[in-house]
């Protein structure tokens, strides 16, 4: 097969997927709202079109080939990349001129905003606020052009360049026994129960077990349970900056692996846009690390040495 005259076909892609996630041609036909053989010929075209089987069919079910589970890797990326092409001719044929900023809870980016708008006061800059889960996935299929992630995020098809550091605190009831405490250690909280779900920033250094405590999402939901006595949390310094609650405390603990701000586009989107609001984010958040007292990275030095902290 010759690779480099391979035309590719999105949808038999994404139907492809669609048998991927449920390992079922039936289930898969509904999901997609087609009949079940049009299914059945689009998944052996594509086969025909790649030149190796991706599932196999037996009397025990659906199963992916090594190809398969290759391709099924590799689809995710490449869907979203579409979707975001679709999104971003739309734009343009609007005749608007629009960047999308998503951003963390307690990342700042205002002073990025306005910075920006000095060199390109006719382009709209939208912000959005966006969860841990949400990150790598509103890049990709461009509901957002750049963001401010925080650190662990699945970085295929991203480019990720570290801003800051910062400390984490302790989320307590106000009738802690530490709620007076000017600074204390992870090991002071040893034994207790917690509040939190799999971001990283909600975590003492070992994770939790799934079972341990109450799983919840979003900064609120943490802050409503703590307050109730259910456990105590953590989040990240600046977080603590616009959120508050009248029965909880912040309390720094010393020993805790610092949160890690990083500014994160698609690798495919390149745009003297992005490129001009990345340089203005990057010299707004030295004035944001110093005023928050956080740890500057050297911006454009070893990113894989900055991610460790």
């Known amino acids: 097969m010759d690779l480099d005259s391979l035309d590719l076909d999105l949808r038999k892609v994404r139907y492809f997927v669609a048998v991927a996630d449920r390992l079922h041609f039936g289930r898969a036909a509904d999901d997609l709202h087609i009949a079940q053989p049009v299914l059945s010929r689009q998944i052996r075209a594509l086969e025909k079109d790649l030149g190796t089987p991706l599932l196999t069919r037996d009397s ?43 951003f963390r809870a307690g990342v700042t980016v205002t002073a990025a905003v ?62 802690h026994r530490l709620a007076g405490k000017e600074q204390i250690t992870e090991a002071d909280l040893a034994g207790e129960p917690l509040v939190w779900h799999p971001d ?25 349970h703590v307050a109730a006595g259910r456990g105590i949390s953590f989040l990240a310094r600046s977080a603590t900056l616009f959120y508050s609650h009248p029965e909880v405390v912040y309390v720094p603990v010393t020993d805790l692996a610092s949160d890690q701000v990083c500014l994160a586009v698609p690798t495919s989107r390149t745009s003297p846009l992005i490129d001009d609001f990345l340089a203005a984010a990057r010299e707004t958040a030295e004035v944001t690390a110093e005023c928050g007292n956080y740890e500057m990275w050297q911006l454009g030095g070893d990113a894989a040495a900055a991610k460790q902290g």
Request: net charge neutral; charged share 25%; aromatic share 4%.
């Open 200 to 224: 990283p920033s909600t975590q003492p250094t070992r994770r939790p077990h799934p079972n341990a405590g109450y799983l919840v999402r979003g900064v609120d939901e943490t802050l409503e």
């Open 60 to 102: 025990h079910g659906v199963a992916l080939t090594d190809a398969g589970r290759q391709l099924l890797a590799d689809a995710e990326p490449l869907l979203a990349s579409a979707h975001a092409v679709r999104r971003r001719v739309t734009v343009a044929a609007r005749g608007n001129r629009r960047l999308m900023v998503g």
């Open 114 to 175: 306005r910075a920006f708008a000095v060199q390109h006061p006719d382009v709209l800059v939208d912000v959005q606020r966006i969860e841990w889960d949400d990150q790598a996935p509103m890049l990709l299929d461009g509901r957002i052009d750049i963001g401010y992630v925080r650190l662990p995020i699945d970085e295929a098809g991203l480019r990720v360049t570290p801003l800051y550091a910062e400390a984490r605190v302790a989320v307590l009831p106000s009738g």
